[in-house]
């Protein structure tokens, strides 16, 4: 069942994602050579607790910290701690909260420092597959034309798209219906209606789509050693098109106009 939430949900989901925008903001100025992942993660969770929220991901399933720091081959779910960030390397932070009950989350991907071409164009059209996917959650759609618009773009640039990990309903709970598969899943899928809050993430490989999980049974990376990235924001379903949720002023993400 996917739920529609009222405009006074909509309004506490729009603070939750706000704490987390801000901690993105925050965590933005400190990509650079040098920063270990364990000081970003404890900027975080400070951030959060201070904005009267918790940390959705800590302790779920067990996840032992506030945010996910996936780095270059890395797809998600990295966990913070002694790594440094080096330049050349790109960076996926993903970061959730729970705020009076409900939930933000929401993901970028940046650069450290000067990258190669292929991490460059990574990056972009990763964030360009979001974007359209965000223009495609619009209410009358079928929910299969968010994937199919991800799996396209990222197919057309020669890349593939991540198939074991999807977007998900999002609202009291962290993961709620529906799956958001970044592919076409072959069916059209529920009928999109407004009020409805969706995490769309998709994460595109520079290689193959095959992935696995590390030896501390949560890095996932990919099987090619190539790198990945993944862009995400908390979005609801409006009439014109998917409104953001997690809105962030810097860096901005999800709003690629090509
Ligand atoms: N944004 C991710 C998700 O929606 C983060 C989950 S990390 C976890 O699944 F540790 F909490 F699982
Ligand atoms: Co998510």
Request: glycine content about 10%.
């Amino acid at each position: 069942m996917i739920s529609i939430r009222t405009e006074r949900e909509i309004d506490i989901l729009r603070q939750a994602n706000a704490i987390v925008a801000q901690a993105h903001k925050q965590v933005a100025k400190l990509i650079v050579p040098g920063t270990c992942t364990r000081e970003l993660d404890e900027i975080v969770e400070a951030l959060i607790r201070d904005a009267g929220a918790t940390p959705a991901f800590k302790g779920y399933h067990g996840y032992p910290a506030s945010i996910c720091v996936s780095i270059d081959n890395e797809v998600v779910h990295g966990i913070p701690g002694k790594r440094m960030l080096r330049a050349g390397e790109i960076v996926s932070v993903d970061i959730g909260a729970c705020y009076k009950g409900y939930y933000g989350d929401a993901a970028t991907t940046h650069p450290c420092g000067p990258v190669d071409a292929v991490r460059l164009r990574l990056l972009d059209i990763t964030d360009i597959a979001l974007s359209r996917a965000i223009k495609a959650a619009k209410a009358g759609n079928y929910l299969n034309e968010i994937g199919t618009v991800i799996e396209r773009t990222a197919r057309q640039a020669g890349f593939d798209v991540v198939r074991n990990y999807v977007g998900h309903g999002i609202g009291v709970e962290m993961h709620e219906d529906p799956q958001v598969f970044n592919f076409d899943a072959g069916e059209a899928g529920p009928r999109l209606e407004e009020g409805m809050v969706l995490a769309i993430e998709p994460m595109v490989n520079a290689g193959t789509c095959d992935v696995r999980v590390k030896r501390d049974n949560w890095t996932v990376v990919t099987r090619d050693g190539k790198p990945s990235a993944h862009f995400e924001h908390t979005v609801v379903v409006r009439n014109e098109g998917g409104e953001i949720l997690s809105w962030c002023d810097d860096p901005v993400w999800g709003i690629r106009d090509e």
